[in-house]
Protein backbone atom coordinates (compact mmCIF):
# COMPACT_ATOMS: atom_id res chain seq x y z
CA UNK A 1 0.00 0.00 0.00
CA UNK A 2 1.23 3.54 -1.28
CA UNK A 3 0.70 7.06 0.37
CA UNK A 4 -2.56 7.38 -1.88
CA UNK A 5 -3.57 4.07 -0.42
CA UNK A 6 -3.04 5.54 3.31
CA UNK A 7 -4.63 8.63 2.51
CA UNK A 8 -7.90 6.90 0.69
CA UNK A 9 -8.49 5.00 4.38
CA UNK A 10 -8.05 8.22 6.32
CA UNK A 11 -10.31 10.33 4.09
CA UNK A 12 -12.83 7.32 5.24
CA UNK A 13 -12.10 6.72 8.82
CA UNK A 14 -10.77 10.27 10.05
CA UNK A 15 -14.15 11.90 11.39
CA UNK A 16 -15.44 8.59 12.99
CA UNK A 17 -11.74 8.00 14.58
CA UNK A 18 -11.03 11.60 15.86
CA UNK A 19 -15.02 11.90 17.01
CA UNK A 20 -14.33 8.55 18.94
CA UNK A 21 -11.29 9.21 20.20
CA UNK A 22 -12.68 12.94 21.40
CA UNK A 23 -15.52 11.77 23.23
CA UNK A 24 -13.50 9.41 25.13
CA UNK A 25 -10.03 11.69 25.71
CA UNK A 26 -12.86 14.35 26.10
CA UNK A 27 -10.05 16.42 24.77
CA UNK A 28 -10.49 17.37 21.01
CA UNK A 29 -6.54 18.61 20.52
CA UNK A 30 -5.10 15.69 21.86
CA UNK A 31 -7.54 13.17 19.67
CA UNK A 32 -6.24 14.69 16.76
CA UNK A 33 -2.54 14.71 17.40
CA UNK A 34 -3.02 11.43 18.20
CA UNK A 35 -5.05 10.56 15.13
CA UNK A 36 -2.37 12.03 13.00
CA UNK A 37 0.61 10.25 14.58
CA UNK A 38 -1.32 7.10 13.47
CA UNK A 39 -1.40 8.41 10.16
CA UNK A 40 2.40 8.69 9.86
CA UNK A 41 2.74 5.88 11.17
CA UNK A 42 0.77 4.22 8.51
CA UNK A 43 2.45 6.30 6.03
CA UNK A 44 5.58 4.33 6.95
CA UNK A 45 4.48 1.04 7.94
CA UNK A 46 1.84 0.07 5.57
CA UNK A 47 3.95 0.22 2.41
CA UNK A 48 6.32 -2.53 3.81
CA UNK A 49 3.03 -4.36 5.21
CA UNK A 50 -0.75 -3.88 4.69
CA UNK A 51 -2.89 -4.44 7.30
CA UNK A 52 -5.58 -6.71 6.90
CA UNK A 53 -7.99 -4.40 8.19
CA UNK A 54 -7.06 -0.80 7.70
CA UNK A 55 -9.29 0.88 9.46
CA UNK A 56 -9.42 -0.94 12.66
CA UNK A 57 -5.29 -0.58 12.30
CA UNK A 58 -5.53 3.01 12.50
CA UNK A 59 -8.30 3.47 15.00
CA UNK A 60 -6.06 0.78 17.26
CA UNK A 61 -2.79 3.11 17.00
CA UNK A 62 -4.58 6.30 17.65
CA UNK A 63 -6.23 5.00 20.39
CA UNK A 64 -2.70 3.84 22.02
CA UNK A 65 -1.10 7.33 20.58
CA UNK A 66 -4.18 8.75 22.91
CA UNK A 67 -3.04 6.76 25.54
CA UNK A 68 0.65 7.40 25.63
CA UNK A 69 -0.05 10.92 25.47
CA UNK A 70 -2.87 10.85 28.59
CA UNK A 71 0.00 9.09 30.27
CA UNK A 72 3.01 11.62 29.50
CA UNK A 73 0.57 14.20 30.72
CA UNK A 74 -0.19 12.16 33.94
CA UNK A 75 2.86 11.14 34.85
CA UNK A 76 3.07 13.20 37.62
CA UNK A 77 0.33 14.00 38.61
CA UNK A 78 -3.14 11.69 39.43
CA UNK A 79 -3.04 7.99 38.74
CA UNK A 80 -6.55 7.85 39.30
CA UNK A 81 -7.67 9.66 36.21
CA UNK A 82 -4.97 8.22 34.19
CA UNK A 83 -6.78 4.89 34.76
CA UNK A 84 -10.06 6.25 34.31
CA UNK A 85 -8.96 8.05 30.87
CA UNK A 86 -7.63 4.19 30.17
CA UNK A 87 -10.74 2.95 30.42
CA UNK A 88 -12.82 5.00 28.79
CA UNK A 89 -10.33 4.88 25.35
CA UNK A 90 -10.31 1.33 25.76
CA UNK A 91 -13.97 1.59 25.54
CA UNK A 92 -14.02 3.71 22.27
CA UNK A 93 -13.53 0.91 19.75
CA UNK A 94 -16.32 -1.11 21.19
CA UNK A 95 -18.53 2.09 21.03
CA UNK A 96 -18.02 2.80 17.97
CA UNK A 97 -20.32 -0.13 16.44
CA UNK A 98 -23.04 1.61 17.95
CA UNK A 99 -23.59 3.75 14.52
CA UNK A 100 -26.23 6.48 16.28
CA UNK A 101 -23.41 7.37 18.93
CA UNK A 102 -21.08 7.62 16.18
CA UNK A 103 -23.22 9.62 13.62
CA UNK A 104 -23.60 12.04 16.97
CA UNK A 105 -20.04 11.85 17.51
CA UNK A 106 -19.00 12.96 14.16
CA UNK A 107 -21.89 15.79 14.06
CA UNK A 108 -20.56 17.15 17.39
CA UNK A 109 -16.74 17.01 15.93
CA UNK A 110 -18.36 19.25 12.93
CA UNK A 111 -20.12 21.58 15.46
CA UNK A 112 -16.58 21.82 17.31
CA UNK A 113 -14.50 22.56 14.09
CA UNK A 114 -16.58 25.27 13.21
CA UNK A 115 -17.27 27.10 16.59
CA UNK A 116 -17.46 30.54 16.78
CA UNK A 117 -14.83 30.95 19.18
CA UNK A 118 -12.28 29.60 16.40
CA UNK A 119 -11.38 32.44 13.24
CA UNK A 120 -12.91 31.52 9.70
CA UNK A 121 -9.84 30.43 8.58
CA UNK A 122 -9.20 28.28 11.69
CA UNK A 123 -12.73 26.46 11.06
CA UNK A 124 -12.24 25.89 7.10
CA UNK A 125 -8.79 24.42 7.98
CA UNK A 126 -10.27 22.41 11.05
CA UNK A 127 -13.17 21.50 8.87
CA UNK A 128 -11.57 19.90 6.05
CA UNK A 129 -8.60 18.25 8.26
CA UNK A 130 -10.76 16.83 10.74
CA UNK A 131 -13.64 16.30 9.13
CA UNK A 132 -13.10 16.00 5.47
CA UNK A 133 -9.62 13.58 6.41
CA UNK A 134 -7.79 16.40 4.07
CA UNK A 135 -3.77 16.59 4.68
CA UNK A 136 -2.20 20.33 5.47
CA UNK A 137 -0.63 20.06 2.27
CA UNK A 138 -3.96 19.37 0.70
CA UNK A 139 -5.93 22.25 2.44
CA UNK A 140 -2.75 24.68 2.09
CA UNK A 141 -3.22 24.23 -2.22
CA UNK A 142 -6.70 24.27 -1.84
CA UNK A 143 -6.14 27.71 -0.33
CA UNK A 144 -2.96 28.79 -2.21
CA UNK A 145 -1.36 29.60 1.10
CA UNK A 146 1.58 28.04 2.41
CA UNK A 147 1.62 24.65 3.97
CA UNK A 148 3.29 26.00 7.28
CA UNK A 149 0.39 28.92 7.56
CA UNK A 150 -2.59 26.13 7.29
CA UNK A 151 -0.20 24.40 10.07
CA UNK A 152 -0.59 27.29 12.51
CA UNK A 153 -4.22 27.61 11.77
CA UNK A 154 -4.70 23.79 13.34
CA UNK A 155 -2.56 24.39 16.22
CA UNK A 156 -3.99 27.68 17.17
CA UNK A 157 -7.43 26.42 16.80
CA UNK A 158 -6.97 23.49 18.50
CA UNK A 159 -5.25 25.54 21.63
CA UNK A 160 -8.25 27.85 21.37
CA UNK A 161 -11.10 25.22 21.78
CA UNK A 162 -9.08 23.85 24.63
CA UNK A 163 -8.65 27.59 26.52
CA UNK A 164 -12.28 28.21 25.55
CA UNK A 165 -13.27 24.90 27.44
CA UNK A 166 -15.78 23.79 24.16
CA UNK A 167 -17.56 21.34 25.21
CA UNK A 168 -17.41 17.76 22.90
CA UNK A 169 -21.41 17.25 22.41
CA UNK A 170 -23.96 18.63 20.26
CA UNK A 171 -25.11 22.30 20.82
CA UNK A 172 -27.85 22.73 23.24
CA UNK A 173 -31.61 23.31 21.68
CA UNK A 174 -31.47 26.80 21.82
CA UNK A 175 -28.53 27.52 20.35
CA UNK A 176 -28.55 24.56 17.43
CA UNK A 177 -30.09 26.61 14.80
CA UNK A 178 -27.55 29.58 14.73
CA UNK A 179 -24.30 27.18 15.38
CA UNK A 180 -26.05 24.62 12.23
CA UNK A 181 -25.69 27.77 10.54
CA UNK A 182 -22.45 28.67 11.42
CA UNK A 183 -21.60 25.28 9.76
CA UNK A 184 -23.01 25.89 6.78
CA UNK A 185 -21.79 29.21 6.25
CA UNK A 186 -18.02 27.23 6.95
CA UNK A 187 -18.93 24.66 4.36
CA UNK A 188 -20.11 27.18 1.52
CA UNK A 189 -16.95 29.06 1.96
CA UNK A 190 -15.10 25.90 0.83
CA UNK A 191 -17.45 26.00 -2.04
CA UNK A 192 -17.34 29.29 -3.11
CA UNK A 193 -13.51 29.10 -2.74
CA UNK A 194 -13.60 26.44 -5.39
CA UNK A 195 -16.32 27.85 -7.79
CA UNK A 196 -15.14 31.90 -7.61
CA UNK A 197 -11.58 31.55 -6.73
CA UNK A 198 -10.54 34.57 -4.69
CA UNK A 199 -7.28 34.78 -6.47
CA UNK A 200 -4.83 32.74 -8.57
CA UNK A 201 -5.27 32.24 -12.52
CA UNK A 202 -7.79 29.51 -12.47
CA UNK A 203 -11.64 30.19 -12.19
CA UNK A 204 -12.82 27.22 -10.78
CA UNK A 205 -11.53 24.42 -8.76
CA UNK A 206 -13.49 21.61 -8.63
CA UNK A 207 -11.66 19.34 -6.29
CA UNK A 208 -12.13 22.36 -3.41
CA UNK A 209 -15.93 22.59 -4.59
CA UNK A 210 -15.91 19.16 -4.30
CA UNK A 211 -14.73 18.82 -0.72
CA UNK A 212 -18.16 21.38 0.45
CA UNK A 213 -20.41 18.80 -1.50
CA UNK A 214 -19.05 16.27 0.29
CA UNK A 215 -19.14 17.36 3.86
CA UNK A 216 -22.76 19.50 2.82
CA UNK A 217 -23.84 15.48 1.98
CA UNK A 218 -22.20 14.14 5.33
CA UNK A 219 -24.18 17.03 7.00
CA UNK A 220 -27.39 16.66 5.30
CA UNK A 221 -27.28 12.58 6.12
CA UNK A 222 -26.95 13.38 9.93
CA UNK A 223 -29.26 16.11 10.24
CA UNK A 224 -32.08 15.18 7.62
CA UNK A 225 -34.88 17.34 8.94
CA UNK A 226 -32.95 20.33 8.53
CA UNK A 227 -34.28 22.27 5.60
CA UNK A 228 -31.30 24.53 4.83
CA UNK A 229 -29.01 21.59 5.02
CA UNK A 230 -30.64 20.17 1.85
CA UNK A 231 -30.68 24.11 0.81
CA UNK A 232 -27.02 24.71 0.69
CA UNK A 233 -26.43 20.71 -0.86
CA UNK A 234 -28.84 22.04 -3.48
CA UNK A 235 -27.09 25.36 -3.62
CA UNK A 236 -23.89 23.90 -4.24
CA UNK A 237 -24.82 20.82 -6.62
CA UNK A 238 -26.99 23.66 -8.92
CA UNK A 239 -24.03 25.46 -9.06
CA UNK A 240 -21.50 23.11 -9.78
CA UNK A 241 -23.72 21.39 -12.28
CA UNK A 242 -22.57 24.28 -14.45
CA UNK A 243 -18.31 23.95 -14.06
CA UNK A 244 -17.94 22.38 -16.63
CA UNK A 245 -19.59 25.33 -19.09
CA UNK A 246 -18.25 28.01 -17.18
CA UNK A 247 -14.86 27.80 -18.42
CA UNK A 248 -13.56 28.23 -22.20
CA UNK A 249 -10.60 25.70 -23.51
CA UNK A 250 -8.08 28.12 -22.67
CA UNK A 251 -9.31 28.20 -18.69
CA UNK A 252 -10.93 32.16 -19.67
CA UNK A 253 -14.39 32.54 -17.98
CA UNK A 254 -17.63 32.01 -20.29
CA UNK A 255 -20.36 33.49 -18.64
CA UNK A 256 -23.77 32.51 -18.00
CA UNK A 257 -25.67 33.46 -21.53
CA UNK A 258 -22.87 32.51 -23.61
CA UNK A 259 -22.49 29.11 -22.20
CA UNK A 260 -22.94 25.77 -23.82
CA UNK A 261 -26.16 24.62 -21.73
CA UNK A 262 -25.47 21.13 -23.10
CA UNK A 263 -22.28 20.90 -21.14
CA UNK A 264 -24.15 21.31 -18.02
CA UNK A 265 -23.76 18.32 -15.53
CA UNK A 266 -27.51 16.76 -15.81
CA UNK A 267 -27.19 14.45 -13.38
CA UNK A 268 -25.91 17.38 -10.46
CA UNK A 269 -28.49 19.15 -12.17
CA UNK A 270 -31.03 16.37 -10.76
CA UNK A 271 -29.52 15.66 -7.32
CA UNK A 272 -29.84 19.24 -6.49
CA UNK A 273 -33.32 19.16 -7.53
CA UNK A 274 -33.79 16.47 -5.21
CA UNK A 275 -32.20 18.59 -2.44
CA UNK A 276 -33.84 21.47 -2.99
CA UNK A 277 -37.19 19.92 -3.05
CA UNK A 278 -36.06 18.65 0.47
CA UNK A 279 -35.20 22.06 1.44
CA UNK A 280 -38.95 23.55 0.57
CA UNK A 281 -40.64 21.83 3.42
CA UNK A 282 -41.26 24.24 5.50
CA UNK A 283 -40.62 27.94 3.57
CA UNK A 284 -36.96 28.58 2.02
CA UNK A 285 -34.20 29.78 3.86
CA UNK A 286 -31.22 31.88 2.34
CA UNK A 287 -29.35 28.70 1.06
CA UNK A 288 -32.53 27.20 -0.41
CA UNK A 289 -33.89 30.66 -2.09
CA UNK A 290 -30.59 30.81 -3.73
CA UNK A 291 -30.73 27.33 -4.69
CA UNK A 292 -34.41 27.76 -6.20
CA UNK A 293 -32.70 31.01 -8.19
CA UNK A 294 -30.04 28.15 -9.24
CA UNK A 295 -32.67 26.00 -10.23
CA UNK A 296 -34.25 28.25 -12.46
CA UNK A 297 -31.79 29.16 -14.44
CA UNK A 298 -30.84 24.89 -14.33
CA UNK A 299 -34.18 24.21 -15.62
CA UNK A 300 -34.11 26.72 -18.55
CA UNK A 301 -33.16 26.00 -22.11
CA UNK A 302 -31.48 29.65 -22.56
CA UNK A 303 -30.60 33.21 -20.94
CA UNK A 304 -33.65 34.31 -23.31
CA UNK A 305 -36.16 31.74 -22.11
CA UNK A 306 -35.41 32.02 -18.39
CA UNK A 307 -37.82 32.76 -16.15
CA UNK A 308 -36.54 36.31 -14.95
CA UNK A 309 -40.01 37.19 -13.18
CA UNK A 310 -39.22 34.65 -10.90
CA UNK A 311 -35.55 34.78 -10.32
CA UNK A 312 -37.10 38.74 -9.32
CA UNK A 313 -39.29 37.62 -7.45
CA UNK A 314 -36.81 35.22 -5.23
CA UNK A 315 -34.12 37.95 -4.87
CA UNK A 316 -36.54 39.82 -3.59
CA UNK A 317 -37.51 37.46 -0.69
CA UNK A 318 -33.86 36.64 -0.53
CA UNK A 319 -32.90 40.42 0.49
CA UNK A 320 -35.42 40.28 2.82
CA UNK A 321 -34.35 37.06 4.80
CA UNK A 322 -30.66 38.12 4.29
CA UNK A 323 -29.89 41.35 3.24
CA UNK A 324 -26.80 41.77 1.18
CA UNK A 325 -25.38 44.64 -1.24
CA UNK A 326 -24.36 41.50 -3.10
CA UNK A 327 -27.93 40.16 -3.23
CA UNK A 328 -29.41 43.54 -4.33
CA UNK A 329 -27.16 43.75 -7.05
CA UNK A 330 -28.31 40.49 -8.39
CA UNK A 331 -31.32 41.71 -8.24
CA UNK A 332 -30.80 44.46 -10.11
CA UNK A 333 -29.28 42.16 -13.16
CA UNK A 334 -32.74 40.08 -12.88
CA UNK A 335 -34.70 42.98 -13.07
CA UNK A 336 -32.68 44.49 -16.01
CA UNK A 337 -33.48 40.80 -17.63
CA UNK A 338 -37.12 40.80 -16.20
CA UNK A 339 -37.93 44.37 -16.86
CA UNK A 340 -34.77 46.28 -18.81
CA UNK A 341 -31.50 48.02 -18.22
CA UNK A 342 -32.92 51.19 -16.71
CA UNK A 343 -34.92 50.22 -13.93
CA UNK A 344 -31.91 47.72 -13.26
CA UNK A 345 -29.83 50.87 -13.58
CA UNK A 346 -32.09 52.65 -10.53
CA UNK A 347 -31.16 50.04 -8.34
CA UNK A 348 -27.11 50.06 -9.06
CA UNK A 349 -27.09 53.77 -8.64
CA UNK A 350 -28.58 53.49 -5.13
CA UNK A 351 -26.35 50.71 -4.24
CA UNK A 352 -23.52 53.13 -5.05
CA UNK A 353 -25.22 56.39 -3.32
CA UNK A 354 -25.50 53.83 -0.13
CA UNK A 355 -21.75 52.98 -0.36
CA UNK A 356 -22.39 49.35 0.93
CA UNK A 357 -20.28 47.38 -1.34
CA UNK A 358 -16.85 49.68 -1.58
CA UNK A 359 -13.83 48.50 -3.45
CA UNK A 360 -15.85 45.57 -5.17
CA UNK A 361 -15.37 44.93 -9.27
CA UNK A 362 -19.01 43.75 -9.12
CA UNK A 363 -20.73 46.95 -9.09
CA UNK A 364 -18.92 48.46 -11.65
CA UNK A 365 -19.10 45.20 -13.79
CA UNK A 366 -22.93 45.50 -13.79
CA UNK A 367 -22.91 49.09 -14.12
CA UNK A 368 -20.66 49.02 -17.01
CA UNK A 369 -22.93 45.72 -18.72
CA UNK A 370 -26.28 47.85 -18.31
CA UNK A 371 -24.65 51.10 -19.37
CA UNK A 372 -23.69 49.23 -22.85
CA UNK A 373 -27.40 48.01 -23.05
CA UNK A 374 -28.40 51.66 -22.73
CA UNK A 375 -26.01 52.46 -25.68
CA UNK A 376 -24.24 55.10 -22.99
CA UNK A 377 -20.83 53.71 -24.34
CA UNK A 378 -17.71 55.87 -23.43
CA UNK A 379 -19.73 55.89 -19.40
CA UNK A 380 -19.46 52.02 -19.96
CA UNK A 381 -16.28 51.47 -20.84
CA UNK A 382 -14.96 53.58 -17.82
CA UNK A 383 -16.81 51.13 -15.75
CA UNK A 384 -15.52 48.37 -16.97
CA UNK A 385 -12.30 49.63 -17.25
CA UNK A 386 -12.62 50.59 -13.23
CA UNK A 387 -14.38 46.80 -12.67
CA UNK A 388 -10.76 45.43 -14.36
CA UNK A 389 -8.79 47.27 -12.15
CA UNK A 390 -10.70 46.07 -8.68
CA UNK A 391 -10.84 42.46 -10.11
CA UNK A 392 -8.31 39.86 -7.79
CA UNK A 393 -8.66 36.81 -10.15
CA UNK A 394 -6.83 37.12 -13.70
CA UNK A 395 -9.30 35.41 -15.88
CA UNK A 396 -11.93 37.35 -14.84
CA UNK A 397 -10.20 40.59 -14.78
CA UNK A 398 -9.27 39.98 -18.81
CA UNK A 399 -13.16 39.37 -20.04
CA UNK A 400 -13.55 43.15 -18.75
CA UNK A 401 -10.89 44.31 -20.26
CA UNK A 402 -11.75 42.64 -23.67
CA UNK A 403 -15.52 44.14 -23.01
CA UNK A 404 -14.22 47.71 -22.80
CA UNK A 405 -12.01 47.44 -25.52
CA UNK A 406 -15.10 45.91 -27.72
CA UNK A 407 -16.98 49.28 -26.71
CA UNK A 408 -14.56 51.64 -28.02
CA UNK B 1 -14.17 14.84 -9.34
CA UNK B 2 -13.95 11.20 -10.14
CA UNK B 3 -16.77 9.33 -10.15
CA UNK B 4 -16.49 5.84 -10.35
CA UNK B 5 -18.74 2.76 -10.77
CA UNK B 6 -18.41 -0.25 -8.67
CA UNK B 7 -19.68 -3.16 -10.89
CA UNK B 8 -20.64 -6.22 -8.98
CA UNK B 9 -20.18 -9.45 -10.46
CA UNK B 10 -21.28 -12.96 -9.35
CA UNK B 11 -21.00 -16.19 -10.40
CA UNK B 12 -23.69 -19.30 -9.89
CA UNK B 13 -22.12 -20.23 -6.22
CA UNK B 14 -21.53 -16.83 -5.00
CA UNK B 15 -25.60 -15.93 -6.04
CA UNK B 16 -26.64 -19.00 -4.56
CA UNK B 17 -24.21 -18.32 -1.44
CA UNK B 18 -25.82 -14.80 -1.25
CA UNK B 19 -29.16 -16.23 -1.43
CA UNK B 20 -28.53 -18.91 1.18
CA UNK B 21 -28.49 -15.92 3.87
CA UNK B 22 -30.18 -13.37 2.56
CA UNK B 23 -31.63 -11.57 5.04
CA UNK B 24 -28.04 -11.17 6.31
CA UNK B 25 -26.70 -9.99 3.11
CA UNK B 26 -29.36 -7.19 2.94
CA UNK B 27 -28.89 -5.89 6.74
CA UNK B 28 -25.04 -6.39 5.73
CA UNK B 29 -25.51 -3.88 2.24
CA UNK B 30 -28.08 -1.84 4.04
CA UNK B 31 -25.18 -0.49 6.66
CA UNK B 32 -22.27 -0.18 4.04
CA UNK B 33 -24.75 2.09 1.98
CA UNK B 34 -25.84 4.19 5.01
CA UNK B 35 -21.90 4.57 5.79
CA UNK B 36 -21.58 5.64 2.06
CA UNK B 37 -24.24 8.24 2.13
CA UNK B 38 -23.15 9.11 5.53
CA UNK B 39 -19.30 9.48 4.15
CA UNK B 40 -21.44 11.39 1.26
CA UNK B 41 -19.68 9.44 -1.15
CA UNK B 42 -23.04 7.91 -2.63
CA UNK B 43 -24.89 9.08 -5.59
CA UNK B 44 -26.85 5.49 -6.74
CA UNK B 45 -27.15 1.57 -6.34
CA UNK B 46 -28.76 -1.21 -7.62
CA UNK B 47 -29.29 -4.79 -7.38
CA UNK B 48 -30.16 -6.60 -10.86
CA UNK B 49 -32.68 -9.56 -10.92
CA UNK B 50 -31.97 -13.01 -11.64
CA UNK B 51 -30.06 -13.24 -14.97
CA UNK B 52 -31.82 -16.10 -16.30
CA UNK B 53 -34.99 -13.20 -16.22
CA UNK B 54 -33.19 -11.17 -18.42
CA UNK B 55 -33.34 -10.60 -22.55
CA UNK B 56 -30.11 -9.95 -24.36
CA UNK B 57 -30.64 -7.58 -27.58
CA UNK B 58 -28.03 -8.64 -30.35
CA UNK B 59 -27.40 -6.00 -32.63
CA UNK B 60 -24.64 -8.63 -34.83
CA UNK B 61 -27.27 -8.66 -37.56
CA UNK B 62 -28.95 -6.40 -40.21
CA UNK B 63 -31.94 -6.36 -37.18
CA UNK B 64 -31.61 -6.56 -33.68
CA UNK B 65 -32.49 -10.27 -32.44
CA UNK B 66 -34.07 -11.01 -29.25
CA UNK B 67 -33.16 -13.69 -26.79
CA UNK B 68 -33.86 -14.93 -23.71
CA UNK B 69 -31.82 -15.48 -20.90
CA UNK B 70 -28.47 -14.23 -19.39
CA UNK B 71 -25.91 -12.64 -21.59
CA UNK B 72 -23.23 -15.09 -23.37
CA UNK B 73 -21.28 -17.66 -21.65
CA UNK B 74 -19.45 -15.19 -19.50
CA UNK B 75 -19.13 -16.58 -15.88
CA UNK B 76 -18.81 -13.70 -14.31
CA UNK B 77 -22.28 -11.63 -14.48
CA UNK B 78 -23.37 -7.97 -13.73
CA UNK B 79 -25.70 -8.25 -10.58
CA UNK B 80 -25.60 -4.89 -9.33
CA UNK B 81 -23.47 -1.23 -9.15
CA UNK B 82 -22.59 1.19 -6.65
CA UNK B 83 -22.00 4.53 -8.33
CA UNK B 84 -19.36 6.87 -6.12
CA UNK B 85 -18.22 10.15 -5.88
CA UNK B 86 -14.84 10.25 -4.19
CA UNK B 87 -12.09 11.89 -4.12
CA UNK B 88 -9.21 9.41 -5.76
CA UNK B 89 -9.48 6.27 -7.61
CA UNK B 90 -7.40 4.54 -4.19
CA UNK B 91 -10.90 5.51 -2.37
CA UNK B 92 -13.26 3.76 -4.92
CA UNK B 93 -11.27 1.28 -3.99
CA UNK B 94 -11.00 1.14 -0.98
CA UNK B 95 -15.06 1.53 -0.68
CA UNK B 96 -15.01 -1.85 -3.46
CA UNK B 97 -12.73 -3.81 -0.88
CA UNK B 98 -15.94 -2.69 2.15
CA UNK B 99 -18.58 -4.30 -0.24
CA UNK B 100 -20.20 -6.97 1.55
CA UNK B 101 -20.04 -9.33 -1.37
CA UNK B 102 -20.32 -13.69 -1.40
CA UNK B 103 -17.27 -15.49 -2.13
CA UNK B 104 -16.26 -16.01 -4.88
CA UNK B 105 -17.50 -12.91 -6.20
CA UNK B 106 -15.87 -9.86 -7.85
CA UNK B 107 -15.98 -6.17 -8.12
CA UNK B 108 -15.07 -4.29 -11.43
CA UNK B 109 -14.20 -0.33 -10.85
CA UNK B 110 -14.43 1.98 -13.16
CA UNK B 111 -14.27 5.35 -13.80
CA UNK B 112 -16.67 7.49 -15.19
CA UNK B 113 -15.12 10.50 -16.93
CA UNK B 114 -16.66 13.93 -16.24
CA UNK B 115 -19.27 15.74 -18.35
CA UNK B 116 -15.95 17.69 -19.86
CA UNK B 117 -13.73 14.91 -20.91
CA UNK B 118 -16.87 13.72 -23.36
CA UNK B 119 -16.52 14.65 -26.87
CA UNK B 120 -19.57 17.05 -27.16
CA UNK B 121 -22.44 16.49 -29.93
CA UNK B 122 -21.84 19.33 -32.84
CA UNK B 123 -18.03 19.55 -32.16
Partial sequence: MGTADVEAVWRIESARIVAALTRFTGDFGLAEDAAQEAVAEALVSWPLASPANPAGWLMATARRRAIDAIRRRTALQDRYALLAADLAVDSAVDEEADPDKIDDDVLALMFVSCHPVLSPEARVALTLR??????????????????????????????TIAAAGVPFELPPAAERRERLGGVLSVLYVIFTEGSTATSGDRLLRPDVAYEAIRLARTLAALQPDEPEVHGLLALCELTAARFPAR??????????????????????????????????TRGLGPYGLQAAIAATHASAPSVEATDWDRIVVLYEALGRVAPSP?????RAVAVAMASGPAQALTIVDELIASDRLPGSHLIPTVRGELLARLGRRPEARAELELAARLCA???ERSVLLRKAAALS | MPKYLLIMRGTDESNAAMMADIDEMMATTRQFIEGMVKAGVLLAAEGLDDPAQGVVVDFSGEAPV??????????????????????????????????????????????????????????
Avoid: C, H, M
Avoid at chain 2, 89 to 99: F, L, T
Fill in chain 1, 130 to 159: VVGGLSSEEIARAFLVPVPTVQARITRGKK
Fill in chain 1, 247 to 280: TGPDGSPVLLDEQDRRRWDFSAIRRGLVALAKAS
Fill in chain 1, 326 to 330: VVELN
Fill in chain 1, 393 to 395: NQR
Fill in chain 2, 66 to 123: VTDGPYGETKELFGGFFLLDVASKQEAVEWAKRVPAAPGSKIEVRRVPGSDEVPQVGE
